[in-house]
Protein backbone atom coordinates (compact mmCIF):
# COMPACT_ATOMS: atom_id res chain seq x y z
CA UNK A 1 0.00 0.00 0.00
CA UNK A 2 1.25 3.77 -0.84
CA UNK A 3 1.81 5.32 2.66
CA UNK A 4 3.07 8.49 0.76
CA UNK A 5 3.03 9.81 -2.45
CA UNK A 6 4.21 13.08 -4.34
CA UNK A 7 3.11 14.47 -7.11
CA UNK A 8 4.54 17.16 -9.02
CA UNK A 9 6.01 18.98 -6.52
CA UNK A 10 7.63 21.93 -6.91
CA UNK A 11 9.09 24.47 -3.94
CA UNK A 12 9.98 27.57 -4.61
CA UNK A 13 12.09 29.89 -2.11
CA UNK A 14 11.13 33.10 -3.33
CA UNK A 15 11.76 33.12 -6.90
CA UNK A 16 14.20 30.36 -6.31
CA UNK A 17 13.15 26.98 -7.16
CA UNK A 18 14.25 24.58 -4.96
CA UNK A 19 12.41 21.54 -5.84
CA UNK A 20 10.83 20.93 -10.02
CA UNK A 21 8.01 19.03 -10.83
CA UNK A 22 8.90 15.89 -8.49
CA UNK A 23 7.14 12.67 -8.02
CA UNK A 24 8.08 9.49 -5.70
CA UNK A 25 6.30 7.72 -3.45
CA UNK A 26 6.96 5.58 -0.37
CA UNK A 27 5.27 2.06 0.05
CA UNK A 28 4.32 1.48 3.47
CA UNK A 29 6.80 -0.99 5.60
CA UNK A 30 10.06 0.25 3.24
CA UNK A 31 13.46 2.10 3.92
CA UNK A 32 13.58 4.80 0.99
CA UNK A 33 16.58 6.74 0.93
CA UNK A 34 17.10 10.22 -1.21
CA UNK A 35 20.27 11.00 -1.79
CA UNK A 36 22.34 13.86 -3.17
CA UNK A 37 25.15 16.77 -2.54
CA UNK A 38 24.44 20.01 -1.24
CA UNK A 39 21.74 21.85 -2.18
CA UNK A 40 20.25 18.82 -4.38
CA UNK A 41 17.37 20.01 -2.68
CA UNK A 42 16.75 17.07 0.44
CA UNK A 43 15.71 18.94 3.23
CA UNK A 44 13.81 21.01 1.31
CA UNK A 45 12.02 17.84 0.25
CA UNK A 46 11.67 16.63 3.80
CA UNK A 47 10.74 20.34 4.84
CA UNK A 48 8.01 20.01 2.29
CA UNK A 49 6.86 16.70 3.76
CA UNK A 50 6.78 17.65 7.48
CA UNK A 51 4.85 20.49 6.54
CA UNK A 52 7.61 23.20 7.52
CA UNK A 53 7.17 24.35 3.97
CA UNK A 54 4.29 24.90 1.21
CA UNK A 55 4.56 23.58 -2.32
CA UNK A 56 4.33 25.95 -4.65
CA UNK A 57 2.87 23.11 -7.34
CA UNK A 58 1.48 19.38 -7.31
CA UNK A 59 0.36 17.50 -4.39
CA UNK A 60 1.07 15.45 -1.13
CA UNK A 61 -1.08 12.50 -0.04
CA UNK A 62 -0.32 10.37 2.96
CA UNK A 63 -2.47 7.22 3.73
CA UNK A 64 -4.72 8.16 1.08
CA UNK A 65 -5.32 11.87 2.21
CA UNK A 66 -4.46 14.81 0.35
CA UNK A 67 -2.13 16.51 2.86
CA UNK A 68 -0.61 19.08 0.72
CA UNK A 69 -2.21 22.13 2.67
CA UNK A 70 -2.49 20.81 6.12
CA UNK A 71 -0.72 22.28 9.03
CA UNK A 72 2.73 20.59 9.87
CA UNK A 73 1.66 19.62 13.83
CA UNK A 74 -1.77 18.00 12.47
CA UNK A 75 0.67 15.79 10.29
CA UNK A 76 2.37 14.76 12.90
CA UNK A 77 -0.83 13.19 14.61
CA UNK A 78 -1.19 11.88 10.99
CA UNK A 79 1.83 10.40 11.38
CA UNK A 80 4.39 12.24 9.78
CA UNK A 81 7.47 12.34 12.08
CA UNK A 82 10.82 14.12 11.66
CA UNK A 83 14.57 14.37 12.75
CA UNK A 84 15.22 17.41 11.74
CA UNK A 85 18.51 18.16 9.57
CA UNK A 86 20.85 19.43 12.68
CA UNK A 87 19.09 16.90 15.05
CA UNK A 88 17.07 20.13 16.24
CA UNK A 89 16.79 19.10 19.72
CA UNK A 90 15.57 21.77 22.55
CA UNK A 91 18.65 22.97 24.11
CA UNK A 92 17.76 23.74 26.98
CA UNK A 93 15.39 20.74 28.21
CA UNK A 94 16.41 17.58 29.70
CA UNK A 95 16.33 14.30 27.52
CA UNK A 96 13.23 13.09 29.07
CA UNK A 97 11.97 16.68 28.91
CA UNK A 98 12.74 16.32 24.67
CA UNK A 99 11.27 12.84 24.68
CA UNK A 100 8.22 14.27 26.37
CA UNK A 101 7.56 17.27 23.71
CA UNK A 102 7.76 14.17 20.89
CA UNK A 103 4.62 13.02 22.42
CA UNK A 104 3.20 16.68 22.64
CA UNK A 105 0.05 16.18 20.49
CA UNK A 106 -0.91 12.47 21.89
CA UNK A 107 -3.65 11.91 24.87
CA UNK A 108 -3.03 8.20 25.24
CA UNK A 109 -0.53 8.32 28.13
CA UNK A 110 -0.40 4.62 28.74
CA UNK A 111 0.78 4.00 24.59
CA UNK A 112 3.17 7.27 25.26
CA UNK A 113 5.02 5.22 28.42
CA UNK A 114 5.51 1.86 26.03
CA UNK A 115 7.02 4.06 23.34
CA UNK A 116 9.21 5.44 25.66
CA UNK A 117 10.38 2.18 27.09
CA UNK A 118 11.06 1.15 22.93
CA UNK A 119 12.79 4.48 22.43
CA UNK A 120 15.19 3.61 25.84
CA UNK A 121 15.40 0.10 24.13
CA UNK A 122 16.75 1.02 20.70
CA UNK A 123 18.93 3.60 22.94
CA UNK A 124 19.87 2.58 25.72
CA UNK A 125 22.00 5.68 26.45
CA UNK A 126 19.66 7.86 26.27
CA UNK A 127 18.10 6.20 29.54
CA UNK A 128 21.32 6.63 31.19
CA UNK A 129 21.33 10.47 30.34
CA UNK A 130 17.90 11.11 31.33
CA UNK A 131 18.40 13.99 33.48
CA UNK A 132 21.05 15.93 30.84
CA UNK A 133 20.63 18.64 29.24
CA UNK A 134 19.69 18.10 24.81
CA UNK A 135 22.48 20.85 24.19
CA UNK A 136 25.30 19.24 26.80
CA UNK A 137 25.23 15.91 25.00
CA UNK A 138 27.38 15.10 22.54
CA UNK A 139 26.53 14.97 18.59
CA UNK A 140 26.14 11.05 18.58
CA UNK A 141 23.80 10.90 21.26
CA UNK A 142 21.73 14.81 19.99
CA UNK A 143 21.08 12.33 17.13
CA UNK A 144 20.10 9.37 18.91
CA UNK A 145 18.00 11.84 20.74
CA UNK A 146 16.26 13.82 17.50
CA UNK A 147 15.25 9.69 16.63
CA UNK A 148 13.82 8.79 19.76
CA UNK A 149 12.25 11.86 20.29
CA UNK A 150 10.22 11.45 16.41
CA UNK A 151 9.49 8.41 17.41
CA UNK A 152 7.67 9.14 20.67
CA UNK A 153 4.73 10.53 18.27
CA UNK A 154 4.45 7.08 17.24
CA UNK A 155 4.74 7.59 13.75
CA UNK A 156 3.66 5.74 10.76
CA UNK A 157 6.32 7.45 8.66
CA UNK A 158 9.77 8.65 10.26
CA UNK A 159 11.41 10.86 8.17
CA UNK A 160 15.36 11.26 8.67
CA UNK A 161 17.00 14.33 7.59
CA UNK A 162 21.09 13.51 7.50
CA UNK A 163 21.11 11.50 10.55
CA UNK A 164 24.84 10.90 9.97
CA UNK A 165 25.84 14.49 9.37
CA UNK A 166 28.87 15.49 11.69
CA UNK A 167 29.11 12.35 13.55
CA UNK A 168 31.79 9.92 14.06
CA UNK A 169 32.12 6.77 11.97
CA UNK A 170 31.39 4.19 14.78
CA UNK A 171 28.05 6.15 15.39
CA UNK A 172 27.58 6.13 12.05
CA UNK A 173 27.09 2.64 11.44
CA UNK A 174 24.77 2.47 14.44
CA UNK A 175 22.66 5.05 13.81
CA UNK A 176 22.31 3.02 10.37
CA UNK A 177 21.70 -0.28 12.43
CA UNK A 178 19.20 0.91 14.64
CA UNK A 179 17.23 2.95 11.40
CA UNK A 180 16.81 -1.11 10.24
CA UNK A 181 15.81 -2.22 13.79
CA UNK A 182 13.28 0.59 13.74
CA UNK A 183 12.37 -0.31 10.29
CA UNK A 184 11.77 -4.12 11.40
CA UNK A 185 9.53 -2.97 14.12
CA UNK A 186 7.20 -1.41 12.01
CA UNK A 187 7.80 1.92 10.90
CA UNK A 188 8.24 3.00 7.01
CA UNK A 189 11.25 5.25 7.12
CA UNK A 190 12.22 8.13 4.34
CA UNK A 191 15.65 8.61 4.62
CA UNK A 192 17.78 11.77 3.61
CA UNK A 193 21.89 11.13 3.10
CA UNK A 194 24.91 12.38 1.59
CA UNK A 195 26.42 9.25 3.27
CA UNK A 196 25.05 7.18 0.05
CA UNK A 197 27.11 4.22 0.71
CA UNK A 198 25.24 3.48 3.99
CA UNK A 199 21.88 4.88 2.80
CA UNK A 200 21.21 3.04 -0.43
CA UNK A 201 22.81 -0.33 1.12
CA UNK A 202 20.04 -0.09 3.88
CA UNK A 203 17.32 1.12 1.75
CA UNK A 204 14.84 -0.98 -0.01
CA UNK A 205 14.37 1.88 -2.75
CA UNK A 206 16.39 4.68 -3.28
CA UNK A 207 15.94 8.13 -5.11
CA UNK A 208 19.00 10.02 -6.74
CA UNK A 209 18.27 13.65 -6.34
CA UNK A 210 20.31 16.40 -8.45
CA UNK A 211 19.32 20.25 -8.38
CA UNK A 212 15.57 19.63 -7.41
CA UNK A 213 14.84 16.66 -9.90
CA UNK A 214 15.14 12.81 -9.64
CA UNK A 215 17.36 11.69 -11.93
CA UNK A 216 17.60 7.67 -11.19
CA UNK A 217 15.36 5.74 -9.20
CA UNK A 218 15.80 1.83 -7.88
CA UNK A 219 16.19 -0.44 -5.56
CA UNK A 220 19.27 0.65 -3.40
CA UNK A 221 21.44 -2.38 -4.28
CA UNK A 222 20.56 -1.41 -8.20
CA UNK A 223 21.81 2.29 -7.60
CA UNK A 224 24.80 1.29 -5.40
CA UNK A 225 25.55 -0.95 -8.68
CA UNK A 226 24.90 1.69 -11.30
CA UNK A 227 27.95 3.16 -12.53
CA UNK A 228 26.95 6.72 -12.83
CA UNK A 229 25.78 6.86 -9.12
CA UNK A 230 28.63 5.16 -8.17
CA UNK A 231 30.99 7.58 -9.65
CA UNK A 232 29.37 10.95 -8.78
CA UNK A 233 28.00 9.79 -5.44
CA UNK A 234 30.19 6.59 -3.89
CA UNK A 235 33.36 7.42 -5.16
CA UNK A 236 33.92 4.69 -7.27
CA UNK A 237 34.92 4.79 -11.35
CA UNK B 1 34.29 5.78 0.65
CA UNK B 2 31.70 8.38 0.46
CA UNK B 3 33.40 11.43 -1.91
CA UNK B 4 31.17 14.10 -0.31
CA UNK B 5 32.58 15.61 2.76
CA UNK B 6 32.89 12.75 5.15
CA UNK B 7 31.92 11.74 8.77
CA UNK B 8 33.68 14.70 10.88
CA UNK B 9 36.05 13.51 13.22
CA UNK B 10 34.99 14.37 16.74
CA UNK B 11 37.27 13.63 20.31
CA UNK B 12 36.97 10.31 21.78
CA UNK B 13 33.26 10.54 23.02
CA UNK B 14 33.94 9.74 26.54
CA UNK B 15 36.16 12.18 27.03
CA UNK B 16 33.59 14.94 24.87
CA UNK B 17 31.15 13.87 27.52
CA UNK B 18 33.29 14.40 30.41
CA UNK B 19 33.50 18.18 29.24
CA UNK B 20 30.48 18.64 28.79
CA UNK B 21 29.10 17.51 31.93
CA UNK B 22 31.63 19.56 33.63
CA UNK B 23 30.73 22.53 31.70
CA UNK B 24 27.31 22.05 32.40
CA UNK B 25 27.80 21.73 36.67
CA UNK B 26 30.16 25.07 36.21
CA UNK B 27 27.30 26.82 33.91
CA UNK B 28 24.96 26.00 37.16
CA UNK B 29 27.32 27.52 39.62
CA UNK B 30 28.44 30.84 38.37
CA UNK B 31 26.90 34.08 39.23
CA UNK B 32 26.54 36.84 41.86
CA UNK B 33 24.20 34.56 43.87
CA UNK B 34 26.12 31.29 43.69
CA UNK B 35 23.70 28.48 44.03
CA UNK B 36 20.56 31.20 45.03
CA UNK B 37 18.28 29.29 43.24
CA UNK B 38 19.18 26.05 44.57
CA UNK B 39 19.15 27.00 47.74
CA UNK B 40 15.33 27.90 47.68
CA UNK B 41 14.42 24.97 45.86
CA UNK B 42 16.38 22.77 48.22
CA UNK B 43 14.02 23.84 51.14
CA UNK B 44 10.88 22.08 52.11
CA UNK B 45 7.80 23.65 51.01
CA UNK B 46 6.26 25.15 54.03
CA UNK B 47 9.99 27.12 54.46
CA UNK B 48 9.39 28.62 51.19
CA UNK B 49 5.83 29.74 51.62
CA UNK B 50 6.74 31.13 54.78
CA UNK B 51 10.05 33.53 53.66
CA UNK B 52 7.08 34.22 50.65
CA UNK B 53 4.70 35.26 53.22
CA UNK B 54 7.30 37.05 55.07
CA UNK B 55 8.41 38.97 51.60
CA UNK B 56 5.08 39.79 50.60
CA UNK B 57 4.38 41.14 54.20
CA UNK B 58 7.06 43.30 54.08
CA UNK B 59 6.54 44.14 50.44
CA UNK B 60 2.99 45.85 51.82
CA UNK B 61 4.93 47.76 54.41
CA UNK B 62 7.12 49.11 52.66
CA UNK B 63 5.51 52.86 52.12
CA UNK B 64 5.11 52.80 56.05
CA UNK B 65 8.93 51.54 56.43
CA UNK B 66 10.57 54.29 54.79
CA UNK B 67 13.67 52.67 55.02
CA UNK B 68 16.33 54.56 55.17
CA UNK B 69 19.52 54.85 52.45
CA UNK B 70 16.82 52.68 50.06
CA UNK B 71 14.42 55.91 50.00
CA UNK B 72 14.01 57.96 47.05
CA UNK B 73 13.14 60.72 49.63
CA UNK B 74 13.52 63.91 49.93
CA UNK B 75 14.00 63.80 45.73
CA UNK B 76 11.01 62.39 45.11
CA UNK B 77 7.93 60.91 47.50
CA UNK B 78 8.69 57.53 48.54
CA UNK B 79 4.50 56.14 48.20
CA UNK B 80 4.44 57.46 44.53
CA UNK B 81 8.02 55.93 43.50
CA UNK B 82 6.70 52.82 45.05
CA UNK B 83 3.48 52.86 43.16
CA UNK B 84 5.21 53.90 39.86
CA UNK B 85 7.57 50.68 40.71
CA UNK B 86 4.73 48.42 40.72
CA UNK B 87 3.24 50.03 37.70
CA UNK B 88 6.51 48.75 36.13
CA UNK B 89 7.33 45.57 37.85
CA UNK B 90 3.87 44.51 36.22
CA UNK B 91 4.68 45.49 32.75
CA UNK B 92 8.03 43.96 32.80
CA UNK B 93 5.74 40.55 34.41
CA UNK B 94 3.58 40.87 31.63
CA UNK B 95 6.31 41.55 28.94
CA UNK B 96 8.17 38.56 30.47
CA UNK B 97 5.67 36.27 29.21
CA UNK B 98 5.88 37.57 25.15
CA UNK B 99 9.88 37.91 25.44
CA UNK B 100 10.87 35.42 27.91
CA UNK B 101 8.73 32.46 27.57
CA UNK B 102 7.47 32.58 24.05
CA UNK B 103 10.99 34.24 22.98
CA UNK B 104 9.02 36.76 20.32
CA UNK B 105 10.99 40.11 20.61
CA UNK B 106 8.54 42.65 21.18
CA UNK B 107 9.36 46.01 21.16
CA UNK B 108 6.21 47.80 21.04
CA UNK B 109 5.10 47.24 24.11
CA UNK B 110 4.29 51.05 25.21
CA UNK B 111 1.37 50.42 22.61
CA UNK B 112 -0.63 47.94 24.99
CA UNK B 113 0.06 49.88 28.25
CA UNK B 114 -0.60 53.12 25.96
CA UNK B 115 -4.17 51.63 25.37
CA UNK B 116 -4.68 50.64 28.54
CA UNK B 117 -3.91 54.53 29.72
CA UNK B 118 -6.06 55.10 27.15
CA UNK B 119 -8.88 53.03 28.06
CA UNK B 120 -9.08 54.16 31.63
CA UNK B 121 -8.63 57.77 30.99
CA UNK B 122 -11.37 57.98 28.01
CA UNK B 123 -14.37 56.67 30.23
CA UNK B 124 -13.72 57.95 33.22
CA UNK B 125 -11.90 61.47 32.93
CA UNK B 126 -14.39 64.23 32.54
CA UNK B 127 -12.59 65.76 29.75
CA UNK B 128 -13.83 62.70 27.43
CA UNK B 129 -17.31 63.10 25.92
CA UNK B 130 -17.55 59.71 26.33
CA UNK B 131 -19.61 57.09 28.41
CA UNK B 132 -18.06 57.21 32.16
CA UNK B 133 -18.14 53.67 33.75
CA UNK B 134 -16.64 53.34 37.47
CA UNK B 135 -12.76 53.04 37.36
CA UNK B 136 -12.56 49.32 38.63
CA UNK B 137 -14.18 48.33 35.37
CA UNK B 138 -11.63 50.28 33.13
CA UNK B 139 -9.63 47.49 34.67
CA UNK B 140 -10.63 44.47 32.91
CA UNK B 141 -12.24 46.43 30.10
CA UNK B 142 -8.68 48.05 29.03
CA UNK B 143 -7.01 44.10 29.46
CA UNK B 144 -10.05 43.62 26.96
CA UNK B 145 -8.74 45.99 24.45
CA UNK B 146 -5.69 45.66 24.97
CA UNK B 147 -5.77 41.76 24.54
CA UNK B 148 -8.08 42.57 21.06
CA UNK B 149 -5.47 44.48 19.95
CA UNK B 150 -2.50 41.90 20.95
CA UNK B 151 -4.61 40.11 18.39
CA UNK B 152 -4.56 42.03 15.83
CA UNK B 153 -1.10 43.02 15.50
CA UNK B 154 -0.51 38.95 16.42
CA UNK B 155 -2.40 37.55 13.64
CA UNK B 156 -0.85 39.40 10.41
CA UNK B 157 2.80 39.84 12.39
CA UNK B 158 3.26 36.11 14.10
CA UNK B 159 4.04 34.67 10.55
CA UNK B 160 7.22 36.79 11.10
CA UNK B 161 10.82 35.72 13.19
CA UNK B 162 13.14 37.40 15.00
CA UNK B 163 14.27 40.71 14.09
CA UNK B 164 11.13 41.19 11.21
CA UNK B 165 8.94 40.83 13.95
CA UNK B 166 10.64 43.42 16.64
CA UNK B 167 10.95 45.68 13.49
CA UNK B 168 7.44 45.62 12.68
CA UNK B 169 6.19 45.93 16.90
CA UNK B 170 8.31 48.82 16.99
CA UNK B 171 6.32 49.97 14.19
CA UNK B 172 2.87 49.19 16.07
CA UNK B 173 4.60 51.27 19.48
CA UNK B 174 4.83 54.30 16.90
CA UNK B 175 1.19 54.05 15.22
CA UNK B 176 -0.53 54.56 18.71
CA UNK B 177 1.18 57.13 19.78
CA UNK B 178 0.85 59.05 16.36
CA UNK B 179 -3.00 57.71 16.55
CA UNK B 180 -2.91 59.31 20.01
CA UNK B 181 -1.82 62.47 18.61
CA UNK B 182 -4.06 63.01 15.16
CA UNK B 183 -7.03 61.41 16.48
CA UNK B 184 -9.07 64.42 17.73
CA UNK B 185 -11.16 61.92 19.87
CA UNK B 186 -7.35 60.95 21.72
CA UNK B 187 -7.03 64.91 22.66
CA UNK B 188 -3.32 64.53 21.53
CA UNK B 189 -0.64 66.73 24.24
CA UNK B 190 -3.84 68.19 25.63
CA UNK B 191 -4.71 64.91 27.06
CA UNK B 192 -7.21 63.57 29.77
CA UNK B 193 -7.04 64.94 33.16
CA UNK B 194 -8.43 63.79 36.57
CA UNK B 195 -8.91 60.38 35.17
CA UNK B 196 -10.75 58.10 37.70
CA UNK B 197 -9.72 56.33 40.88
CA UNK B 198 -11.02 53.31 42.84
CA UNK B 199 -14.22 54.82 45.34
CA UNK B 200 -14.08 55.31 49.05
CA UNK B 201 -13.36 57.62 51.66
CA UNK B 202 -11.45 57.21 54.78
CA UNK B 203 -12.73 58.23 58.51
CA UNK B 204 -12.03 61.69 58.05
CA UNK B 205 -13.89 62.20 54.60
CA UNK B 206 -11.01 62.08 52.29
CA UNK B 207 -10.49 59.99 49.06
CA UNK B 208 -8.37 57.27 49.61
CA UNK B 209 -6.82 56.76 45.85
CA UNK B 210 -5.43 60.33 45.63
CA UNK B 211 -3.00 61.29 43.05
CA UNK B 212 -0.90 62.41 45.55
CA UNK B 213 -0.83 59.29 47.74
CA UNK B 214 1.05 56.63 46.51
CA UNK B 215 0.28 53.98 49.43
CA UNK B 216 -2.99 52.68 48.05
CA UNK B 217 -1.98 52.52 44.49
CA UNK B 218 0.86 50.48 45.35
CA UNK B 219 -1.13 48.33 47.55
CA UNK B 220 -3.50 48.06 44.73
CA UNK B 221 -0.77 47.26 42.00
CA UNK B 222 1.43 45.23 44.66
CA UNK B 223 -2.20 42.92 45.23
CA UNK B 224 -2.82 42.41 41.24
CA UNK B 225 0.96 41.52 40.87
CA UNK B 226 0.48 39.42 43.15
CA UNK B 227 -2.38 37.51 41.45
CA UNK B 228 -1.16 37.90 37.89
CA UNK B 229 2.21 36.05 39.34
CA UNK B 230 -0.03 33.10 40.48
CA UNK B 231 -1.51 33.23 37.07
CA UNK B 232 1.25 32.83 35.37
CA UNK B 233 3.04 30.31 37.36
CA UNK B 234 -0.19 27.96 36.47
CA UNK B 235 0.66 29.15 32.91
CA UNK B 236 4.16 28.11 32.92
CA UNK B 237 3.81 24.37 34.37
CA UNK B 238 0.78 23.91 31.67
CA UNK B 239 0.96 22.46 28.73
CA UNK B 240 1.01 26.07 27.36
CA UNK B 241 3.66 26.86 29.07
CA UNK B 242 5.56 23.78 28.09
CA UNK B 243 4.96 24.85 24.20
CA UNK B 244 6.17 28.37 24.65
CA UNK B 245 9.31 27.32 25.77
CA UNK B 246 9.75 24.61 23.23
CA UNK B 247 8.74 27.34 20.71
CA UNK B 248 11.32 29.87 21.96
CA UNK B 249 13.96 27.13 21.90
CA UNK B 250 13.39 26.15 18.40
CA UNK B 251 10.45 26.79 16.62
CA UNK B 252 10.34 24.53 13.92
CA UNK B 253 11.08 21.70 16.09
CA UNK B 254 8.15 22.60 18.50
CA UNK B 255 5.88 22.61 15.39
CA UNK B 256 7.06 19.23 13.68
CA UNK B 257 6.33 18.09 17.48
CA UNK B 258 2.87 18.85 17.04
CA UNK B 259 2.91 22.33 18.97
CA UNK B 260 0.50 24.59 17.09
CA UNK B 261 3.12 27.10 17.21
CA UNK B 262 1.27 30.34 15.60
CA UNK B 263 -1.70 29.50 17.77
CA UNK B 264 0.04 29.59 20.78
CA UNK B 265 2.59 32.85 19.72
CA UNK B 266 -0.48 34.11 19.66
CA UNK B 267 -1.89 33.73 22.60
CA UNK B 268 1.20 34.79 24.46
CA UNK B 269 1.22 38.15 22.67
CA UNK B 270 -2.22 38.30 23.61
CA UNK B 271 -1.77 37.40 27.45
CA UNK B 272 1.02 40.02 27.72
CA UNK B 273 -0.41 42.49 26.23
CA UNK B 274 -3.48 41.98 28.41
CA UNK B 275 -1.19 42.41 31.27
CA UNK B 276 0.32 45.85 29.67
CA UNK B 277 -3.47 47.10 29.17
CA UNK B 278 -3.92 46.55 33.13
CA UNK B 279 -0.34 48.06 33.87
CA UNK B 280 -1.45 51.11 31.78
CA UNK B 281 -4.95 51.34 33.67
CA UNK B 282 -3.00 51.41 36.83
CA UNK B 283 -0.41 53.78 35.24
CA UNK B 284 -3.42 56.33 33.92
CA UNK B 285 -5.42 56.23 37.56
CA UNK B 286 -2.13 56.79 39.55
CA UNK B 287 -0.82 59.62 37.59
CA UNK B 288 -4.53 60.66 36.82
CA UNK B 289 -3.51 62.23 33.45
CA UNK B 290 -2.90 61.31 30.62
CA UNK B 291 -1.59 62.19 26.93
CA UNK B 292 0.92 61.73 24.08
CA UNK B 293 4.19 62.14 25.85
CA UNK B 294 4.00 59.02 27.76
CA UNK B 295 4.01 56.31 25.22
CA UNK B 296 7.56 56.99 22.87
CA UNK B 297 10.15 54.23 22.14
CA UNK B 298 12.12 54.97 24.61
CA UNK B 299 9.79 53.59 27.01
CA UNK B 300 8.89 50.37 24.99
CA UNK B 301 12.85 49.67 25.15
CA UNK B 302 12.97 50.71 28.77
CA UNK B 303 10.19 47.48 29.11
CA UNK B 304 12.80 45.18 27.34
CA UNK B 305 15.62 46.44 29.34
CA UNK B 306 13.47 45.94 32.52
CA UNK B 307 13.17 42.04 31.41
CA UNK B 308 16.28 41.62 30.12
CA UNK B 309 18.14 43.30 33.28
CA UNK B 310 15.92 41.27 35.59
CA UNK B 311 16.53 37.47 33.54
CA UNK B 312 14.46 36.63 31.04
CA UNK B 313 12.03 34.09 31.18
CA UNK B 314 11.89 34.34 34.96
CA UNK B 315 8.97 36.32 36.31
CA UNK B 316 10.49 36.85 40.10
CA UNK B 317 13.41 38.33 38.01
CA UNK B 318 11.05 40.19 35.99
CA UNK B 319 9.29 42.01 39.03
CA UNK B 320 12.88 42.58 40.09
CA UNK B 321 14.26 44.26 36.52
CA UNK B 322 10.92 46.52 36.40
CA UNK B 323 11.01 47.93 39.39
CA UNK B 324 15.09 48.75 39.38
CA UNK B 325 14.11 50.41 36.14
CA UNK B 326 11.73 52.76 37.74
CA UNK B 327 13.62 53.22 41.07
CA UNK B 328 16.69 54.08 39.68
CA UNK B 329 15.86 57.50 38.30
CA UNK B 330 14.01 58.28 41.41
CA UNK B 331 16.44 57.13 43.78
CA UNK B 332 19.46 59.20 42.14
CA UNK B 333 17.93 62.46 40.88
CA UNK B 334 21.27 63.83 40.01
CA UNK B 335 21.75 61.49 37.25
CA UNK B 336 17.92 61.14 36.11
CA UNK B 337 18.69 62.91 33.18
CA UNK B 338 21.17 60.09 31.90
CA UNK B 339 18.94 57.23 32.67
CA UNK B 340 19.14 56.06 29.26
CA UNK B 341 22.98 56.30 28.90
CA UNK B 342 22.89 54.31 32.79
CA UNK B 343 20.73 51.62 31.63
CA UNK B 344 22.62 51.10 28.55
CA UNK B 345 26.06 50.89 30.14
CA UNK B 346 24.30 48.83 33.17
CA UNK B 347 23.00 46.50 30.44
CA UNK B 348 26.30 45.66 28.66
CA UNK B 349 27.71 45.00 32.05
CA UNK B 350 24.84 42.52 32.76
CA UNK B 351 25.34 41.09 28.95
CA UNK B 352 28.94 40.50 29.63
CA UNK B 353 28.91 39.58 33.13
CA UNK B 354 25.32 37.93 34.02
CA UNK B 355 24.12 36.94 30.35
CA UNK B 356 21.02 34.98 31.75
CA UNK B 357 20.34 38.98 33.64
CA UNK B 358 20.05 39.42 37.47
CA UNK B 359 17.93 36.16 38.11
CA UNK B 360 18.43 33.52 35.40
CA UNK B 361 15.61 31.36 34.57
CA UNK B 362 16.59 28.01 34.09
CA UNK B 363 15.43 26.66 31.12
CA UNK B 364 13.99 23.76 32.58
CA UNK B 365 12.57 24.68 35.73
CA UNK B 366 10.41 26.93 33.42
CA UNK B 367 9.19 23.91 31.49
CA UNK B 368 8.64 21.18 34.68
CA UNK B 369 9.18 23.39 37.66
CA UNK B 370 10.22 21.10 40.85
CA UNK B 371 9.68 18.29 39.86
CA UNK B 372 12.00 18.64 37.21
CA UNK B 373 14.79 20.27 39.26
CA UNK B 374 14.78 17.43 42.15
CA UNK B 375 15.13 14.77 39.36
CA UNK B 376 17.79 16.41 37.52
CA UNK B 377 19.99 16.64 41.11
CA UNK B 378 19.30 13.15 41.93
CA UNK B 379 20.76 12.09 38.18
CA UNK B 380 23.80 14.38 38.90
CA UNK B 381 24.55 12.86 41.54
CA UNK B 382 24.43 9.25 40.34
CA UNK B 383 27.49 10.38 37.95
CA UNK B 384 30.57 9.21 39.54
CA UNK B 385 33.05 11.30 41.59
CA UNK B 386 35.72 10.51 38.59
CA UNK B 387 33.18 11.97 36.56
CA UNK B 388 33.89 9.42 34.01
CA UNK B 389 30.88 7.32 32.64
CA UNK B 390 31.47 4.09 30.84
CA UNK B 391 30.17 4.17 27.03
CA UNK B 392 29.52 1.21 25.43
CA UNK B 393 29.02 2.87 21.91
CA UNK B 394 27.51 -0.96 20.50
CA UNK B 395 25.35 -1.39 22.89
CA UNK B 396 21.76 -0.11 21.44
CA UNK B 397 22.44 -1.43 17.86
CA UNK B 398 22.89 -4.76 18.71
CA UNK B 399 20.30 -5.18 20.80
Known amino acids: MTLLELKNISVHYGRIQAISDMSFSVEEGEIVSLIGANGAGKTTTMRTISGLLAPSAGSITFAGQDITRMKAHIRVVQGISQAPEGRGIFPGMTVEENLDMGSYGRKDRTKVAEDLERVFDLFPRLKERIKQFGGTMSGGEQQMLAIGRALMSNPKLLLLDEPSMGLAPQFIRQIFKIVTEINNQGTTVLLVEQNANQALARAHRAFVLETGSITHRGTGKELLANPAVKEAYLGVG | ?399
Not at chain 2, 58 to 81: C, D, K, M, R, V
Not at chain 2, 114 to 128: C, E, H, I, Q, R
Not at chain 2, 171 to 178: A, H, L, S, T
Not at chain 2, 269 to 296: E, R, T, Y
Open chain 2, 1 to 399: MSTTDGPTLIPDDASAQEIADREARMRRRKGWFPGLSDKWNALPRQTQWLILIVVVVIAYLLPILNPPLITTEPGNNWQIALAQMSVYALVAVGLNVVVGYAGLLDLGYVAFFALGSYTAAMFTSPDSPYVHIPYLWTLPLAMAVAMFFGVVLGVPTLRLRGDYLAIVTLGFGEIVRILATIIPAMKGQVGFQNVGHPPGTDSSGQTIFQNSNGTPWYWLTLTIIILVLLAAGNLERSRVGRAWIAIREDEDAAEIMGVPTFKYKVWAFAIGASVGGLSGALFAGQVGFVNNQKFDIATSILFVAAVVMGGTGNKVGAILGGALVAYIPLRFTAIAEFKYLIFGAALVVIMIFRPGGLLPARQSLLAYGRLAYNKLKGALGDIPASGKVVLEPGKGADK
